[in-house]
T-cell receptor, first 114, second 113 residues
Framework: KQEVTQIPAALSVPEGENLVLNCSFTDSAIYNLQWFRQDPGKGLTSLLLIQSSQREQTSGRLNASLDKSSGRSTLYIAASQPGDSATYLCAVGKNAGNNRKLIWGLGTSLAVNP | NAGVTQTPKFQVLKTGQSMTLQCAQDMNHNSMYWYRQDPGMGLRLIYYSASEGTTDKGEVPNGYNVSRLNKREFSLRLESAAPSQTSVYFC????????????FGQGTRLTVV
């Protein structure tokens, strides 16, 4: 059974720091991995999608990597800002019959302090 | 770009009442999903629909029913609400053509008293 773990559960950093959020999964037979951001009381916003054949994706200050063989993904945030404060969720895409499902981690709650 | 739209945003029900959560997407996606999010448990899949006319159970389907009304709309019904169904409900959609990138609605916060 696929399990997804995110470490750390919570992180507090001063503004300007570069930081890394980790996501690990137990089964390497995935079709994609997606990072989301969730603000308190809000929905989920897709940040980056990495297909199983890709190694990394970049969007602005965000870079996500994928290593299927070791079952790991990292989300790198450069020059963090207070506006980056949110919960970051990792989800792994798995085939399920004629459909595809996402298996979720519990998230990393990030606080960037001015 | 509306994306995925859920209604209502908030709802309070009494135990035993019924209600339907509505979801519509304007991205022409085939796949749609209903999740619930609870503290410490993450997101759990309730039901999903791979295409118009098909629905399948997810991890936690008990107490819920769904209808894929057409390609755009996927509704979730609680026939007899229970306090254990107090949660935040999210609808999502995805499509093979965009690598199954999932797009989410803003959620419905449901409280059952």
């Amino acid at each position: 059974k696929q399990e997804v773990t995110q470490i750390p559960a919570a992180l507090s950093v001063p503004e300007g720091e570069n930081l890394v959020l980790n996501c690990s999964f137990t089964d390497s037979a995935i079709y994609n991995l997606q990072w989301f951001r969730q603000d308190p009381g809000k929905g989920l916003t897709s940040l980056l999608l990495i297909q199983s054949s890709q190694r990394e994706q970049t969007s602005g200050r965000l870079n996500a990597s994928l290593d299927k063989s070791s079952g790991r993904s990292t989300l790198y945030i450069a020059a963090s800002q207070p506006g980056d404060s949110a919960t970051y969720l990792c989800a792994v895409g798995k085939n399920a019959g004629n459909n595809r499902k996402l298996i979720w981690g519990l998230g990393t709650s990030l606080a960037v302090n001015p | 770009n509306a994306g995925v739209t859920q209604t209502p945003k908030f709802q309070v029900l009494k135990t035993g009442q019924s209600m339907t959560l509505q979801c519509a997407q304007d991205m022409n996606h085939n796949s749609m999903y209903w999740y619930r999010q609870d503290p410490g448990m993450g997101l759990r899949l309730i039901y999903y629909s791979a295409s118009e006319g098909t629905t399948d159970k997810g991890e936690v389907p008990n107490g819920y029913n769904v209808s894929r009304l057409n390609k755009r709309e996927f509704s979730l019904r609680l026939e007899s609400a229970a306090p254990s169904q107090t949660s935040v409900y999210f609808c999502a959609s995805s499509e093979a053509g965009t690598g199954f990138e999932a797009f989410f609605g803003q959620g419905t916060r449901l409280t059952v008293v």
